[in-house]
């Protein structure tokens, strides 16, 4: 009788060991490193205070890390003599940035608990940190994600979207990764913060006809016609408040304003998605919660745990 009370007890402590391994948890570094979610807030909000618009490049780090093969702190290595990796990939080159800040906030949580904390995480933490900040919503972060030991350039431009993505496109590429649409949507209205360049919405304010025309106009003014000149003039996402984290975007895309030829197909005539852009529009609680939701589907995207990758020391590099 004891034997097959303490068999069964050992069972079921192995089946909860592999479930506490392959699931990510708020509360995984509670023991190991107490002081890790204030030094990257303080982190974070030095980065912000130098420049607003970290917040918004640091937010999109964690967007280009869970596409491509789930969040494993992939797009932080730097590119090694056996493979070559996603910093310069189309989505990324030129456009991806934060990677000093990454550098420095790994740094100070090394100092407070040397070795245990991914880069994976790090990223996780950080993209909630930036958009807390910028005066978003605020969620708890699970954690527990391991670092890559590969990263592959083609692996990114697969695997990230581009601006050019019809809805059908866009759709599919979340659905692939199990997010639905209303997450693509909520997702999306990350774009009320940070900047484009002209090559990435150039097509659209001179060609496209589902745009405000004023709007077209002034975009125009900071973004030539001739591909090759000013390809890397900024423009704001979202045009009233790109440092804030509101639901401007929503409203803007309401108005054909979207910068994107993606940001515009949200927002169709007769869209499937309209609805969605609709009610984050007319109401920012909705838009925050499901802003939430989303964040954590994505930060779920195949997590390496247990004993698989590794923990990195420096973030540009595997061990
Ligand atoms: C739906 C598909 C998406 C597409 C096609 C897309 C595309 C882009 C493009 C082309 C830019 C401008 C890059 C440049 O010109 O240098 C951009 C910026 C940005 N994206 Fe997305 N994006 C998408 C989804 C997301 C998601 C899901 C997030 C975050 C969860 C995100 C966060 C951002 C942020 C914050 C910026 C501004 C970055 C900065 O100022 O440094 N995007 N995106
Ligand atoms: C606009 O469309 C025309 C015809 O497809 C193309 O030749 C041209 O390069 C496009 N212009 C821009 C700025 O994308």
């Known amino acids: 009788m004891a034997f097959f009370k303490n068999a069964i007890c050992l069972a079921i402590l192995v089946l909860l060991m592999g479930n506490s391994s392959a699931q990510l948890s708020t509360n995984f570094y509670s023991k190991s490193c107490p002081k890790l979610f204030s030094t990257v807030k303080s982190a974070v909000n030095s980065a912000i205070s130098k420049e607003a618009r970290m917040g918004a490049s640091l937010l999109r780090l964690f967007f280009h890390d869970c596409f ?19 910093k310069t990939a189309i989505p990324n080159r030129n456009s991806a940035r934060g990677f000093d800040v990454v550098d420095n906030i790994k740094s100070a949580v090394e100092n407070a608990c040397p070795g245990v904390v991914s880069c994976a995480d790090i990223l996780a933490i950080t993209a909630r940190d930036s ?28 695997g990230i979207p581009p601006p050019t993505s019809n809805l059908n496109a866009l759709t599919s590429r979340f659905g692939a990764l199990g997010l639905s649409t209303k997450d693509l949507v909520a997702l999306s209205g990350s774009h009320t913060i940070g ?10 304010i001179y060609n496209e ?6 709007f077209a106009r002034t975009r125009q003014g900071n973004c030539p016609r001739a591909s090759g000149s000013g390809d890397n003039n900024l423009a704001p ?4 408040t790109p440092t804030n984290f509101d639901n401007n975007y929503f409203k803007n895309v309401v108005n054909q304003r979207g910068l994107l030829h993606s940001d515009q197909q949200l927002f169709l ?12 529009a007319n109401n920012p ?9 989303a964040m954590i589907k994505m930060g779920d995207i195949s997590p390496l745990t247990g004993s698989k990758g590794e923990i990195r020391k420096n973030c540009r590099r595997i061990n």
């Open 209 to 214: 006809t589902n745009l405000d025309a004023s």
């Open 269 to 280: 005539s007769g869209g499937s998605t309209n609805s969605f852009v609709s009610t984050y």
């Open 237 to 240: 996402l979202d045009l009233q």
């Open 195 to 204: 900047q484009a360049r002209c090559t990435s919405f150039r097509a659209r």
């Open 285 to 293: 609680q909705t838009f925050n919660s499901d802003f939430v939701s």
């Open 131 to 158: 958009v807390v900040t910028l005066g978003g919503p605020n969620w708890n972060v699970k954690l527990g994600r391991r670092d890559a030991r590969t990263a592959s350039r083609s692996a990114a431009n697969n």
């Open 68 to 86: 491509v093969n789930g969040c494993d702190g992939s797009v932080l290595l730097d590119d090694t003599s056996s493979f070559t990796g996603e």
